[in-house]
């Protein structure tokens, strides 16, 4: 079945860098999605990659894909107050559905 | 362009009282998603309609939820009756499947409160 776990809590200083870890546990998704949600707003997509990458680059944000254990990171360069949020990985299976972590709180400390 | 509209926003009612939400959808997208996302929980998919044919609903509890989607463009998700577990958000993405993946665009949610 498909199921999806994150760390629950990250908090780091302005300016450092944050890392937020995924697994996930099908083996034949496509895509794995990071996405955004701040207080009281609904989801947006941060990123994406596809399942044949290793890495994906974006502006500050970088994936890194490990498909032999079935891992996914978000590193989030020079994190500013602004990225102070709940980050979600999901993976996509069958007619596009997507399994959701149950989200990264993320702090930033000035 | 508009986003995925959603409302009400927020929701209070009484067990056993019934419900309803409402999404519109960006215009074209073809896919609606109707996903429940209870407080420190990830969002979970409810039911998913490719124009106004039903994809997928095997985690929709029937017995008390239904939804639809007219026309293939508005969607309402119904509740009836609440019970106290039903408290969550409610989100409405669409998508459209142009292109080489599928980007789900989520509303704001409704909040629901069953007391």
């Known amino acids: 079945g498909e199921d999806v776990e994150q760390s629950l809590f990250l908090s780091v200083r302005e300016g450092d860098s944050s890392v937020i870890n995924c697994t996930y546990t099908?083996?034949?998704?496509?895509?794995l999605y990071w996405y955004k949600q701040e207080p009281g707003a609904g989801l947006q997509l941060l990123t994406y990659?596809?399942?044949?990458?290793d890495m994906k680059q974006d502006q500050r944000l970088t994936v890194l894909l490990n498909k032999k254990d079935k891992h996914l990171s978000l590193r989030i360069a020079d994190t500013q107050t602004g990225d102070s949020a709940i980050y979600f990985c999901?993976?996509?299976?069958?007619?596009?559905?997507?399994?959701f972590g149950k989200g990264t709180l993320l702090t930033v400390n000035p | 362009e508009a986003g995925v509209a959603q409302s009400p926003r927020y929701k209070i009612i009484e067990k056993r009282q019934s419900v309803a939400f409402w999404c519109n959808p960006i215009?074209?997208?073809?896919?609606l998603y109707w996903y429940q996302q209870i407080l420190g929980q990830g969002p979970k998919l409810l039911i998913q309609?490719?124009?106004?044919?039903?994809?997928?609903d095997s985690q929709l509890p029937k017995d008390r939820f239904s939804a639809e989607r007219l026309k293939g463009v508005d969607s309402t998700l119904k509740i009836q009756p609440a019970k106290l577990e039903d408290s969550a958000v409610y989100l409405c993405?669409?998508?459209?499947?142009?292109?080489?993946?599928?980007?789900?665009?989520f509303g704001p949610g409704t909040r629901l409160l069953v007391l």
């Open positions: 993405a669409s998508s459209s499947l142009g292109g080489l993946f599928l980007t789900q665009y």
């Open positions: 099908d083996s034949s998704s496509t895509y």
């Open positions: 990659i596809f399942s044949n990458m």
């Open positions: 999901a993976e996509e299976g069958s007619n596009y559905k997507l399994t």
């Open positions: 215009s074209g997208h073809a896919t």
């Open positions: 309609f490719q124009n106004n044919g039903v994809v997928d």
